[in-house]
């Protein structure tokens, strides 16, 4: 059963840093495409970034340069390093993983099979 939860989001000012984390379980994050995705009130879901199991990431536009995804393998996580926040950055914030082939589309939703709750972020201006 693959389960995968999500933890670090909060409340905070514009220019903060948050860090999220994805605990993973039921499978091998080494072997697995893994992705964030966000939405916030009112709007569709989108794909902030994706990492694949060879390593190769995605970022969107809207994040180039303050984001940062990582994975620990040896913990099973997958972090999201959020920096320079800005009021728009504000959603929910959803981790997504498939672990079956390597896929590249790392943005799109379609290509992941599971989901996590969502952890709330919420910039303030």
């Known amino acids: 059963q693959v389960h995968l939860v999500e933890s670090g989001g909060g409340s905070v000012q514009a220019g903060a840093s948050l860090r999220l984390s994805c605990t993973a379980s039921?499978?091998?994050?080494?072997?697995?495409?893994m992705g964030w995705f966000r939405q916030a009130p009112g709007k569709e879901r989108e794909g902030v970034t994706g990492i694949n199991s060879i390593e190769s990431i995605t970022y969107a536009d809207s994040v180039k340069g303050r984001f940062t995804i990582s994975k620990d393998n040896a913990n099973n996580t997958l972090y999201l390093q959020m920096n320079s926040l800005k009021p728009e950055d504000t959603a929910l914030y959803y981790c997504a993983a498939n672990p079956r082939g390597l896929q590249f589309r790392l943005l799109q939703s379609s290509s992941y099979i599971y989901w996590g709750q969502g952890t709330q972020v919420t910039v303030s201006s």
């Open positions: 039921g499978y091998a994050t080494s072997s697995a495409s």
